[in-house]
DNA sequence: ACCGTCATGTAATCGGTTACATGATTCT
DNA sequence: AGAATCATGTAACCGATTACATGACGGT
């Protein structure tokens, strides 16, 4: 069974929390990773379940009621998150941007300009909120996502800044 | 039917270049886009192909040996692109990077940053090359979407040469 | 002739996306 | 009590990824 990156986020996030239900993940998912990886909520129940079969956590199921799923990382899922974690990568992202496509193919720069701009600019700010009120607590990884994120998004801005004065 | 930015891609390259066969698609793919997008060869075989059900490309296919199949864009495709360029997107990219992943969740940011920074290194010199070669009759939206690429890597590289001094 | 690589295509699988549903809570 | 929203789950679909195949062509 292939791991995903979706895999070793689960496994991430359980490995932090403790035991959780597919719901405390999207809640986790929200306010963290959310902002650079989306997931959606569906994927929250599914990859559990696939972990599941291939013994990385474990499953326990409420009886009455909802039948609410807890699931819980087990030693061989503690051995796969580290294995990854300890393997360095050479995959650098795809820049994968709708608007570069556009641009690719013609589209106006000067009217694709100012909604990047504003939804950069909203995201960095968005960012720079979370850092601005991160609780000391939160380990070292995060800060420096989300510091990778900030500088991202800087640099994001100035580019389409400089196609709009280049523009006019 | 919905229009994917796989589509798109295949609609912007079949109007630059007149009609096309997947091979040849997937040429133009590599020099360009691919460079930012990634795309698999099957998928230029299919996707034309759904896009031809939709009458946005007629296929011709040859009667004897490799039965070679031939694109073109029809009005109606032409039509979709030429919507599609015409509005703006607030969409904006995810990070979506496998090495930020690893470090949100605890990896050694020293053992991850020559890895990352070798392969910035290389995509940059990849796109540099590209630039300095590049025809003069390549027109303005592919240097741009070049452009914003090679100012990415840039960042990128930045970015992973301050946490590598940061933490040593 | 043979071998390697380029060219060309199909099929199976699988994860991601979308849509649908309904049970709890909270607020008015 | 009713409405709205949060919580929780399942299922269908569809595109992307992977794997499998084989035909053509250039070089030795």
Redesign the interface.
Known sequence: MQLT?TS??VL?LL??SGDSTPYALKQMVAG??GN???LHHAQLYSEPERLAKGGYVNEERERGGRRRRTYAITDAGLQA?AD???Q??????????????????????A??A???L???RL?LAEYERIRDTMPESV????R??LD??I??ER??IS?WEA?MVSRS
Request: net charge negative.
């Open positions: 990156p070793y986020i991430g490995e932090w963290s990773i650079f990886w989306t998150l990854w974690r300890g360095a990568t050479e995959a650098i992202p795809e820049l994968r941007a709708p608007a570069l496509l556009k641009l690719f193919f013609g589209a106006d720069p009217q694709l100012p909604p990047q504003e939804a950069h995201k380990p070292e990884g995060p420096m996502a990778a994120g500088a991202h640099q994001q580019w196609i």
